[in-house]
């Protein structure tokens, strides 16, 4: 289950030390560039700068409609929109080639923030309603490409909601790169079933009637439905009670394995796992165990027990 080629992150630039910014300084976030660094390549995009703007600058704050604000400059009140929207919009298509699989945007950002961006009424006044020029861009041109902000990222459940999305994205490239077949999707569905039911068991039953109606569905369209569905459901959140169901649902498999002890501690360990007083990492690591003992090559191939490394330290905040 080794990835064979690195995963593409676009970022904003300040994220990784580059002093960018308005006031020639960064924003460096060392959980990104020496945690999750390990494991991605960062392309690095600074909508500023790449868009002609000098370090430093005068800063840039969106005014008006927060559906449709203009880029105006803080004091000289230069309106920069349409250069913004211009380069926005070529810079995307150009990342097309990338086949990035997530991007990192830098939080309230008059070009780069996700959401919650400042836009200032007629009398100054701000709204945290805004959407940064060149994040819009990105979003409308990529709507099934997983997103976060530096900010979100310090959310827990959040941080592990994208790094999730983001593997499970790369996982589907890598099928897209292979031959294209309604058996190589009932494969690719089967070994991410249990994934998808932690997040969704609404979306587990949808997905799971599209794949059983493969054969009358053309294949461009199947696949296209196919990864709709996976990112709608997987940006759902995972709770300890979906959880709990898929695990005690995993415990069904070694009905005849394990004693009637063994059994019972598991249950147990899910239970408290349900209550909150263990992470889901302890169940996870156990069923781990039991799985390689038993040599259960169905729950082998289910990313739901490894969807992402170790060494990132997760699955103790869901």
């Known amino acids: 289950m080794v990835m064979e080629t690195t995963i593409k992150l676009g970022i904003s630039s300040c994220l990784l030390g580059e002093r960018v910014r308005w006031n020639g300084t960064h924003k460096l976030d060392r959980f990104l560039t020496e945690t999750l660094g390990r494991f991605v390549e ?21 005014v008006g409609d927060p559906n449709s604000p203009r880029l105006i400059t803080s004091r000289t009140k230069i309106d ?10 070529k810079r995307v298509i150009e990342l097309e080639k990338e086949e990035l699989c997530g991007f990192i945007f830098k939080s309230r950002s008059p070009s780069s923030g ?5 836009v ?23 709507p099934l490409i997983p997103v976060e902000e ?27 790169t292979e031959k294209q077949s309604r058996g190589e999707l009932v494969g690719f569905h ?20 599209l794949v059983a109606r493969a054969k009358e569905i053309p294949l461009k369209e199947l696949y296209a439905q196919y990864q709709r569905l996976l990112m709608e459901a997987l940006r759902l959140k995972s709770t300890p009670k979906k959880n709990a169901n898929v ?36 169940p996870i ?5 039991y799985v390689c003992k038993y040599d259960q090559p169905y729950l082998k191939e289910q990313y739901y027990l490894h969807p992402h490394p170790l060494e990132l330290q997760l699955r103790n905040h869901v």
């Not at 960062?42 to 969106?62: K, S």
């Open 42 to 62: 960062y392309i690095p995009v600074c909508p500023e700068v790449e868009c002609g703007f000098d370090v430093p600058r005068e800063p840039l704050r969106q």
């Open 80 to 89: 920069y929109t349409g250069r913004m929207t211009l380069w926005a919009r």
């Open 114 to 118: 996700m959401e919650r961006v400042k």
């Open 120 to 142: 200032y009424n007629e009398n100054g006044i701000p709204v945290k309603k805004g959407v940064g020029i060149f994040a819009r861009a990105f979003m409308e041109h990529f």
């Open 150 to 176: 530096d900010g979100r990222l310090h959310d827990l459940k959040l941080r592990e909601n994208f790094i999730e999305r983001i593997f499970a994205f790369k996982r589907w490239r890598e099928a897209l």
């Open 190 to 209: 089967t070994n991410h079933k249990m994934l998808i039911l932690s997040h969704s068991p609404g979306y587990h039953r949808l997905m799971g009637k």
């Open 247 to 282: 695990l005690t649902h995993i415990l069904g498999y070694f009905k005849e394995y394990l004693s009637v002890d063994e059994k019972q501690e598991l249950l147990e360990i899910i239970n408290l796992y349900r209550w909150g007083t263990v992470p889901l990492i302890v």
């Open 285 to 289: 690591t156990l069923i781990n165990h």
